[in-house]
């Protein structure tokens, strides 16, 4: 069982950064492929980013932020890294991290576990 403790969230204005961490626990990290997801109040949860467990140059990104978040991650740590930079208002939401152990990497359906998300508030 895999543990996942997202943190980082936050208040900030449009055109600021945050850096959200999810740390994991209880598995083989380097095994899962990860992935960020938000859920805006009254929309699904959404796919943002995810990176491959076989290299990390296998990223991954939704249109929408692409050229702004970075994602990455640090298996000696056992933890997984979202860069949002230039953030707009229509980026507040919930931010989840999920591991997966299949090949998963942008629907919501194929991640194992999921942590508790922690959120994010860009005022304009």
């Known amino acids: 069982q895999v543990q996942l403790v997202e943190s980082g969230g936050g208040l900030v204005q449009a055109g600021g950064s945050l850096r959200l961490s999810c740390a994991a626990s209880?598995?083989?990290?380097?095994?899962?492929?990860m992935g960020w997801f938000r859920q805006a109040p009254g929309k699904e949860r959404e796919f943002v980013s995810a990176?491959?467990?076989?290299?990390?140059?296998?990223?991954y990104y939704a249109n929408s932020v692409k050229g702004r978040f970075t994602i990455s991650r640090d298996n000696a740590k056992n933890t997984v890294y979202l860069q949002m930079n230039s953030l707009k208002p229509e980026d507040t939401a919930v931010y989840y991290c999920?591991?997966?152990?299949?090949?998963?990497?942008?629907?919501?359906?194929?991640?194992?576990?999921w942590g508790q998300g922690t959120q994010v508030t860009v005022s304009s």
């Open positions: 990176i491959s467990r076989w290299s990390p140059d296998n990223t």
């Open positions: 209880g598995g083989t990290f380097r095994n899962y492929n």
């Open positions: 999920a591991a997966d152990l299949g090949s998963g990497i942008y629907y919501k359906e194929d991640y194992d576990y």
